[in-house]
């Protein structure tokens, strides 16, 4: 992983966050973005 951030904390446990992974001198690089839900039962 090259870099990462947290874009939002939505709720106590829903999170929106970015990473991004790759050999950066080799030009081979892929981000995304995703959400993390949490549930308490």
Known sequence: ?????KLAQLDKLDVVAWY?????????MRDACYRAVGVIV
């Open 20 to 28: 991004e992974v790759g050999v950066p001198l080799l030009g081979l």
């Open 1 to 5: 992983m090259t870099k990462s951030r």
